[in-house]
């Protein structure tokens, strides 16, 4: 196969900042790690940063009035501006920690479904959401339609796995409250055209909301930059898929439309002023980050934004695009694979799904993980992207900034070895 351009020039200084790659395996394997779109691995810094943390810094923030508090507080108000800066916020007030991806998408659901007076949602409105969606923003949606009476309606995927737009101003109409999609697929890998979805939407008045789980950890995002048009309402993205630590998620929005939403959880600290009658709530935002927040979680995932945009963004998307295109091409020599999203590496992320003919995919994750092959296997969270193309379930490798063209060809030869193992010819 052809070597690609745009690999990180430094990649084996780079490889080394993560020591779980050095790990062997049971049975001498080395780890040949492909599933970063499920979780990506941690750089020493983060690792480092958050033992520090702990071993010196640790206390509750915003209570206690000594000096371990006062370290942990600022450290954490920190990490807000790392992420505020990471993604090109315009206020760092708009960024609110949560526990991860879905409870962010799910705190833009249920408060919306609260809301009174313009931002409310309810019976004679649209909710418009995508077939390949992630079930974290499928499921919210449809608690939020089926509690408000409002309807869901859905953008349909083409037979190559791109968002059919055929139909989008039949979509997105004057009835239309609320536009949520992913950026980029974490099935399909798609990419999608997130900036003339966000333009037809504001111009019916809609508001839009993007999952940038799998955008966030290979796409460069500077929202203050972006078109107002163009920008998205509010944001997601969680910290394990950006070399950072689980247990903590982001979601970005504007200022005055987090200020005129309903608290999302009641608890210490979102509040201004409590009586056994009445309360009321605290500015952005803490009124959104309710009782003891995830800190060293916080404080790790601050070290993760850090060593990304110390890379530089560009550089990592750049080596991700050519990571995958060298995948593509040696994916398409294993007889009997089918890949399942676009086959133009321009077009897509670091994630490939794919069917192995006659091994289900599970059977394939088992061998491959016996060669020292780390994927995934199932629907992937995923599942109405999966029944648009008639299958249950498929095999996914996912590389990130570390992985090598060595692991790929590594992939190829363990799939090779799998139809041996399964007599396919």
Known sequence: MSRPEGLLPDLEVVRKD????????AGGQPLVYLDSANTS????????????????????????????????TEAFEDARDKVAAFLGAPDRDEVIFTKNATEALNLVANTLAWARGPLAVGEGD?????????????????????????TLRWFGLTDGGELD????????????????????SNMLGTINPVAAIA???????????????????????????M??????????????????????GVLWGRRDLLEELPPFLGGGEMIETVTM????????????????????????????????????????????????????????????????GPLDAARRGGAISFELEGVHPHDVAQVLDSRGVAVRAGHHCAKPAHARFGVQSSTRMSSYLYTTLGEVDALVEALEYTRSYFKLG
Not at 199 to 225: C, K, N, T, W, Y
């Open 126 to 150: 649209d909710v418009v959401i995508t077939e390949m969606e992630h079930h974290s923003n499928i499921v919210p949606w449809q608690l939020l339609t089926q509690r408000t009476g409002a």
């Open 199 to 225: 333009r037809r939407a504001h111009e019916v008045g809609a508001l839009v909301v993007l999952d940038a789980s799998q955008a966030a950890p290979q796409l460069p995002i500077d929202l203050a930059a």
């Open 41 to 72: 691995q941690k750089p020493q810094v983060v690792i480092d940063t958050m033992v520090d943390h702990l071993e010196r810094h640790n206390a509750n923030i915003a209570r206690a009035m000594h000096q371990l508090g006062a370290e942990s």
């Open 165 to 184: 737009l055929s139909d989008i101003d039949d979509l997105i109409t004057e009835r239309t409250r609320v536009v949520s999609l992913t950026w980029v």
């Open 277 to 340: 009658a009445h309360s009321t709530y605290a500015g952005i935002p803490h009124r959104f980050e309710a009782g003891t927040p995830p800190i060293v979680e916080a404080v790790g995932l601050g070290a993760a934004v850090d060593y990304l945009r110390h890379l530089g963004l560009d550089a990592v998307r750049a080596h991700e695009h050519a990571v995958t295109a060298y995948a593509l091409e040696g994916l398409a020599t294993v007889p009997g694979l089918s890949i399942l």
């Open 18 to 25: 993560f020591p779980i790659l050095a790990r062997t395996l």
């Open 227 to 248: 078109p107002v048009e163009e920008r998205p309402d509010f944001l997601a993205f969680t910290g394990h898929k950006v070399v950072g630590p689980t247990g903590i």
